[in-house]
Antibody
Framework: EVRLVESGGGLVQPGGSLRLSCVAS????????MYWVRQAPGRGLVWVSR????????NYADSVNGRFTISRDNAKSTLYLQMNNLRVDDTAVYYC???????????WGQGTTVTVSS | QSALTQPASVSGSPGQSISISCTGT?????????VSWYQQHPGKAPQLLIY???NRFSGVPDRFSGSKSGNTASLTISGLQAEDEAHYYC??????????FGGGTKVTVL
């Protein structure tokens, strides 16, 4: 069974940091581009970041550029999102997703909740 | 990075057909055949329904179909069922960012 399992969410104060992880299983992790997508409470889906299969290409939404860093370890089948200088409006459920083709996301994790509050 | 435009809500009775629109620009929806649709039930992760405008993902019932005309893509649900009540999101490959999502549409089965 193809699965993505996120972890690392929690409560953090504004200006703090968190590192999210996403462990993949059931498929060849290194063969697929990967995304982070977030959903604020009661709101829609928003793309956050993307990384290529060989780690050479990364992209970020304007709202997180310069604060978040996406990475992956293909040997460990794990995707990461380092989040620094967190803001209240970063509060959301963060999903790890697999790219099927050109932005179509065919596998989603269960999500991990990040709450930024003082 | 403006979101694609979707109606906030659409409703229909069981057995009816409904359509959800997803409007973008020539830099995203209109410029590429890389539009996808997702279904999200409350408290659950989204699930892929349609990719590349009209391709149904594995296991998706054939009452779900996708199309595109110009800068607007559409998801049609034929023979609406109670379990179709959910939020629906479109996304598209975009020239300026890799992906852009729509704001989401709440489908209510009357």
């Amino acid at each position: 069974e193809v699965r993505l399992v996120e972890s690392g969410g929690g409560l953090v104060q504004p200006g703090g940091s968190l590192r999210l992880s996403c462990v993949a299983s059931g498929y060849t992790f290194s063969s697929h581009w990967m995304y982070w997508v977030r959903q604020a409470p009661g709101r829609g889906l928003v793309w956050v970041s993307r990384i290529s299969t060989d780690v050479t290409k990364t992209n970020y939404a304007d709202s997180v550029n310069g604060r978040f860093t996406i990475s992956r370890d293909n040997a460990k089948s794990t995707l990461y999102l380092q989040m620094n200088n967190l803001r209240v409006d970063d509060t959301a459920v963060y999903y790890c997703t697999r790219d099927l083709t050109w932005g179509a996301m065919d596998v989603w994790g269960q999500g991990t909740t990040v709450t930024v509050s003082s | 990075q403006s979101a694609l435009t979707q109606p906030a809500s659409v409703s229909g009775s069981p057995g009816q057909s409904i359509s959800i629109s997803c409007t973008g620009t020539s830099s995203d929806v209109g410029g590429y055949d890389h539009v996808s649709w997702y279904q999200q039930h409350p408290g659950k992760a989204p699930q892929l329904l349609i990719y590349e405008v009209f391709n149904r993902f594995s296991g998706v019932p054939d009452r779900f179909s996708g199309s595109k005309s110009g800068n607007t893509a559409s998801l049609t649900i034929s023979g609406l069922q109670a379990e179709d009540e959910a939020h629906y999101y479109c996304n598209s490959y975009s020239r300026s960012t890799p992906v852009v999502f729509g704001g989401g549409t709440k489908v209510t089965v009357l």
